[in-house]
């Protein structure tokens, strides 16, 4: 990677636009300031800074001391302020314009071909992280910003907060927090798991309590029970129903006997036969008379037309001849014959008479006889009612006696709820013991998890100690070697890492200590003056060192901006005497800014950044 060129517009003291070439060559180069706008501030406020936070807000959208977007433009610029860098990488070909704008904004890259990629959106491009470091790396291996503090004189935890930050340690504290999450999550399955075995283990021994095999013998022998008494009363129902037919029985045969005894069977014949013989005498009378009556009527008039016809010589009513003495004794006949008939009638009359009464007697006695059979009639009535009242008791009974027996057949044939139920809790128990087994298998590897990840919460913490020890180890070498070269022979620096507490906390920030030549140690506090800007410089120059190491930044740049401030003047020959070594062995641009000259033979280069009324400016020079 080489760096072409910055190119500043409107930027901070920088008016226009300024152009800024970075020579072919390594080597340290010097920068130093006019301000012809305010002489007596010497070389102080030309825009040496200003050139370098350009490329510093170009690559990071901000200056090193924070400032951003409108505060960057010039104050008399009326339009918006923009920085390139050019770079390129293996070859000439890779040239890269990076390019951001203020007002429109924008940040690009953009290759020779014309090709623009648009870095506000795709930051992630590989030539980009090449050049492009974090922050805090950036500001201690390329950048060595004015405003900056040095490494030595950050306090403990800041020191230990870069010192992660820039060897990238703060992943094994990221790495901490989630084992911590994963550990807590863990922790919550677990009480889940526990929770759960202790309901299966509840339910296990409610189960244990419980016998559904008496439950359905309780039953089986409850419902023996019901049947016995079903079949006792049907037993009493039975014996009650012989009483009943009993009783039926009797009632039927008295019926029958009372019949039998009153013979109303021949008194009833007797009585028909009377009837009968009744009417017969009663129509024989009166035919009788009948006879007897007219005869007596047709003599009478015979014998009175045989006297009326004396003188007549026939019978008119017979038509024989009449004569005198014959019609005497016919007349005497006739007299005879109806005295006789008058006789019959009397006969019959009295016969008739007798027949009469006689049949009144009969009637009499048929009425008596009727009056009987009428009283036998009811009486036999009253036991027929009887009679149907035993059986209907009897039949009442005999359905009450059909409904117990079915009663006690849908007793028998009821089907005992708890019979399967002794098979169902055997396989629940052995279904929640499979459930206790997979539970406290399951607990084990959750318990078992929640100390791993436990485990990493520290473990992850002890990696970052561990190579932050390593590092500091490192560290250690750099910035010991850079204390010789700085002509502080016989010096050493201690660097001593964060230390976890017995509470398991761990203590931020690593201790400086300083052991003189006389073999004194003292913390890095108690020293001053230019010893101790030396020992920064070497603090500094031993941490970029071990950055570059780390990270593999390959940007061949090192800006050190006011670094000799509080240094005699053969410390600053020693300071400049080191970055030229450092240079020239690590391939690099080194460029010292100074507000004041120093007549050093050893710079490949240089450039004065002059402020005039027209804004800084830019003039470059070899010597
Ligand atoms: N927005 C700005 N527009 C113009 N000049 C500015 C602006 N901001 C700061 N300056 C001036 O820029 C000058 C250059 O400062 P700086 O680069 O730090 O000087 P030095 O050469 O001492 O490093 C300062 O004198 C300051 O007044
Ligand atoms: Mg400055």
Redesign the pocket.
């Known amino acids: 990677m080489k760096l072409h060129r910055i190119t500043a517009c409107n930027?901070?003291?920088?008016?226009g636009e300024q152009t800024f070439h970075f020579p072919d060559d390594p080597g340290l180069y010097f920068m130093q300031?006019v301000?012809e706008?305010?002489p007596r501030?010497g070389?102080?406020?030309?825009?040496?800074?200003?050139?370098w936070?350009a490329m510093f807000w170009c690559l990071y959208g901000v200056t090193s001391d924070g400032m951003k977007a409108g505060?960057?433009?010039?104050?008399?610029?009326s339009r918006g302020a923009w920085v390139e860098i050019a770079f390129e990488g293996d070859d000439a070909l890779s040239l890269q314009v990076m390019r951001r704008q203020w007002s429109p904004n924008s940040w690009t890259l953009q290759d020779i071909f014309g090709n623009t990629i648009d870095l506000a959106k795709d930051s992630g491009g590989a030539r980009l992280a090449d050049l492009r470091l974090a922050t805090a790396p950036f500001l201690h291996c390329v950048y060595m910003a004015?405003n900056g503090d040095m490494f030595l004189d950050l306090k403990h935890d800041a020191q230990s907060a870069l010192f992660s930050e820039v060897m990238g340690l703060n992943r094994w504290v990221d790495l901490s927090a989630k084992a911590s999450a994963r550990a807590s999550t863990q922790d919550g399955q677990t009480r889940r798991l526990e929770g759960e075995l202790a309901s299966i283990e509840g339910r296990l021994a409610a189960m244990g309590k419980h016998d559904p095999g008496a439950e359905a013998k309780r039953w089986q022998s409850d419902r023996a029970e019901r049947v016995a008494a079903l079949e006792a009363k049907y037993m009493a129902g039975v014996a009650r129903a012989t009483v009943l037919k009993n009783a039926w029985a009797d009632a039927e045969a008295r019926g029958q006997e009372s019949l039998a005894e009153m013979g109303l069977g021949a008194e009833i014949e007797t009585l028909e036969d009377m009837r009968r013989e009744y009417n017969r005498a009663k129509a024989e009378a009166s035919d009788m008379r009948y006879l007897a009556t007219s005869a007596a009527h047709a003599l009478e008039r015979h014998a009175e037309a045989l006297s009326a016809a004396e003188h007549q010589e026939r019978c008119e009513a017979c038509g024989q001849a009449l004569r005198p003495d014959a019609r005497r004794v016919a007349i005497q006949r006739a007299r005879k014959t109806h005295d006789n008939a008058l006789k019959a009638d009397a006969g019959a009359q009295k016969e008739a008479k007798a027949a009469a009464s006689r049949a009144d007697d009969l009637l009499n006695a048929v009425l008596d006889q009727e009056r009987r059979v009428d009283d036998g009639r009811a009486a036999m009535d009253q036991l027929e009612q009887e009679e149907r009242a035993a059986r209907r008791a009897y039949d009442l009974h005999e359905r009450e006696l059909d409904r117990l027996e079915d009663d006690a057949e849908r007793a028998l044939a009821e089907v005992n709820p708890y019979a399967g139920l002794e098979a169902r809790a055997l396989a629940e128990i052995e279904r929640l013991s499979a459930n206790r087994e997979d539970c406290l298998r399951d607990l084990d590897h959750s318990r078992e998890l929640h100390s791993l990840f436990s485990y990493w919460v520290r473990g992850f913490k002890e990696v970052r100690l561990q190579e932050i020890a390593e590092a500091l180890g490192e560290l250690e070498i750099e910035v010991n070697s850079c204390v010789i070269e700085l002509g502080l022979v016989g010096w050493e620096l201690q660097f001593s890492v964060d230390r976890e507490s017995k509470g398991g906390n761990v203590q931020r920030g690593f201790t400086v200590r300083v052991v003189e030549p006389g073999g004194k140690a003292a913390p890095w506090g108690a020293w001053s003056g230019g010893e101790k800007q030396r020992l920064r410089l070497a603090g500094d120059m031993g941490l970029a060192n071990l950055i570059r190491s780390r990270t593999g930044a390959e940007i061949p740049l090192e800006v050190w901006?006011?670094p000799s401030a509080g240094l005699s003047p053969q410390g600053v020959q020693d300071m400049l005497e080191t970055l030229e070594r450092r240079a020239i062995a690590e391939g690099r641009q080194v460029w010292v800014?100074d507000?004041t000259a120093h007549s050093f033979g050893g710079f490949s280069g240089g450039a004065v950044?002059t402020?005039t009324a027209g804004?800084?400016m830019i003039e470059q020079h070899s010597v």
């Open positions: 930027f901070l003291s920088f008016a300031g301000n706008v305010e501030l070389g102080n406020g030309a825009g040496k800074t200003t050139l936070e505060d960057i433009c010039n104050w008399g610029a004015q901006d006011e800014v507000h950044i402020k804004g800084s």
